[in-house]
């Protein structure tokens, strides 16, 4: 059976401007460690496709960090915020229906990387997701996949950014290898070049940096490769852009545009590379098609791609000009049903990865799968009711529900800090730094203390939006935890009966064995309760029902997607 993403790529190639009325625009922004990337596209969501209709790129230096503690520094925090106001008015000046930021290594790292972003959300009203690495390497994949035919061949995708360089492995179904790993060309600059132009001792240095960096996860993805198959390199980022258009000009004198399918060798490439470290900063720039700012990082940038060819064994790489800016905008189509079979690959990428991890540390799945359907169960019943969360805080709750325990993993005792800190470390595939902090805040609190601003947890969301999420649903998380107490499937079906006019609700428990008094979890209900009550207002009544009746209809609980 042909993979849905083999028809992602067929779907999502440009094309020709349509226009009809179930046409929509979007802009993407990435906020990357050198650079602030946008584009705006036309998505024609009956075909499904997106054609680029803008694109706004400016040199903003976020990797450019204070040396004595890593934060960002003011300087490079007043470009950015003008970087993006000019995003948001060409954004609006198109009449995008909404824009999608992300950021990605820079803004992780920084110790005020995140006090950073609620000044953006509240000077500018825009939300930036931080995203991980792996999880910026997953779209790089999506983007690459919206512009390139992979033929079901596998294709080496390397992605070389200021601050960290993205390895995938793929052939247009679903990613065999990913990782990021923290070399870019701005990142390298600051941190290991002094001299100008730089000395052999400090080149020698560099590049055994490098090399000893990429060893370990050019080791992970060859290990993916079959004996018998042959890959193909392909590049994205600006730095190997750059590296095209300075080849493509000394060697045909004229620059392809698009630069899309362009090719060269790793042997030119170590010639550039030559080149490049015995020029100055300021003989680099002299070079058509190198600006001051990228005349600084180029050699390191030059650097990465050679060792990883080395390592990789490539002989040539093909450019492609989409990356992640275009993976946003397919992962937002795939999430919201643009694409076709989405559940079958990357729309159930973020289930997958949940049930990964649920793996890894050795969840009991029968148990955690009963407790999400209580959790699920309950806020279906109450939506409206109690709560207005939608779609996206119900997966957040399930993912919660699924991984609550994995603590376990570390030690019995106080387990539910354990799961927190195991779920925020993971590599949720598919969801942003945010949403994993949800997630982890909501199985930290499925036990013991109520959430409070006094807790490290707790703080760390720094949306005032997750943090409601986080009150709300731990408390519906806690109450299904209580109803499978001996996690044996003692407890059937439960209906949500609320009395908002005696400040009750009435929570009827249907017992699997009719004979089973399912003395436990009332108890554990009773003991749990307090949560739910001082959040809802409402106090708790769990009954025993043991006759079958046409009480309330709970609504059907539906799995995740």
């Not at 972003?117 to 997953?138: D, K, V």
């Not at 919206?146 to 294709?155: C, K």
């Not at 590049?207 to 994205?236: F, H, N, S």
């Not at 436990?520 to 739910?532: G, P």
């Amino acid at each position: 059976m042909v993979s849905s993403v083999h028809k992602i790529k067929k779907k999502l190639v440009s094309i020709p401007v349509m226009t009809t009325e179930h046409e929509r625009i979007l802009a993407a922004i990435d906020v990357g460690t050198n650079s602030i990337h946008m584009v705006v596209v036309r998505i024609q969501p009956a075909l499904p496709a997106f054609t680029i209709i803008a694109r706004e790129k400016t040199t903003v230096r976020l990797g450019d960090r204070a040396r004595q503690n890593g934060n960002l520094t003011d300087a490079a925090m007043e470009r950015a915020i003008d970087a993006l106001k000019r995003c948001q008015e060409i954004a609006k000046s198109l009449n995008a229906e909404q824009t999608i930021a992300v950021a990605t290594s820079a803004m992780r790292e920084a110790p005020n990387g995140r006090d950073f972003l609620q000044h953006i959300e509240a000077e500018l009203g825009l939300w930036i997701n931080l995203i991980s690495g792996p999880e910026e390497a997953r779209r790089i994949y999506l983007g690459v996949l919206s512009g390139m035919e992979l033929n079901s061949q596998p294709h080496i995708i390397i992605d070389i950014g200021g601050g960290s360089t993205e390895l995938v492995l793929g052939d247009g179904h679903e990613p065999r290898s990913l990782s990021s790993t923290k070399i870019g060309a701005v990142r390298l600059t600051v941190e290991q070049i002094t001299t100008d132009p730089i000395s052999p001792i400090e080149f020698q240095t560099l590049q055994a940096y490098i090399r000893g960096m990429l060893e370990r996860p050019v080791d992970e993805l060859k290990a993916a490769l079959q004996p018998d198959e042959v890959p193909r390199l392909v590049g994205t980022s600006g730095t190997i852009e750059t590296l095209a258009m300075i080849h493509a000009r000394e060697k045909t004198g004229t620059v392809p545009s698009p630069l899309n399918g362009y090719e060269f060798s790793l042997k030119d490439l170590r010639e550039t590379v030559a080149r490049l470290r015995r020029l100055t900063i300021a003989e680099r720039a002299e070079i058509s098609g190198i600006n001051d700012r990228r005349a600084e990082i180029i050699l390191a940038g030059a650097l990465i791609l050679q060792e990883a060819m080395t390592l990789l064994g490539m002989d040539a790489i093909v450019i492609c000009e989409r990356s992640l800016r275009e993976g946003v905008i397919v992962d937002w189509m795939l999430t919201h049903g643009l694409i076709e079979d989405r559940l079958r690959y990357q729309g159930s990428v973020r289930q997958r990865s949940v049930l990964d991890t649920a793996h890894k540390y050795r969840v009991k799945l029968d148990y955690s799968e009963q407790v999400a359907t209580f959790a699920l169960s309950l806020f279906n019943q109450t939506q409206g009711i109690l709560h207005n969360w939608g779609e996206e805080e119900r997966e957040l709750l399930w993912a919660a529900a699924i991984l609550h325990n994995c603590g376990h993993h570390v030690s019995h005792s106080s387990h539910h800090k354990h799961s927190y800190y195991l779920i925020r470390n993971s590599d949720l595939l598919g969801y942003t730094e945010t949403e994993i902090e949800t997630i982890a805040n909501l199985a930290r609190y499925h036990r013991k203390s109520a959430p409070k601003k006094k807790h490290d947890s707790y703080r760390n969301l720094t949306s005032k939006r997750h943090r409601r999420v986080v009150d709300q649903l731990s408390a519906l998380l806690r109450l299904a935890v209580a109803l499978d107490r001996r996690q044996i499937g003692t407890i059937k079906d439960i209906t949500c009966e609320p009395h908002p006019e005696s400040q009750t609700f009435r929570l009827l428990i249907q017992p699997a064995n009719p004979d089973d008094d399912c003395a436990l979890e009332l108890w554990s209900l009773n003991y749990k309760k307090a949560s739910f009550e001082t959040e809802f207002g409402l106090k708790l009544e769990p009954v025993l029902d043991t006759v079958e009746t046409l009480k309330v209809t709970p609504l059907p609980t539906k799995q995740p997607v």
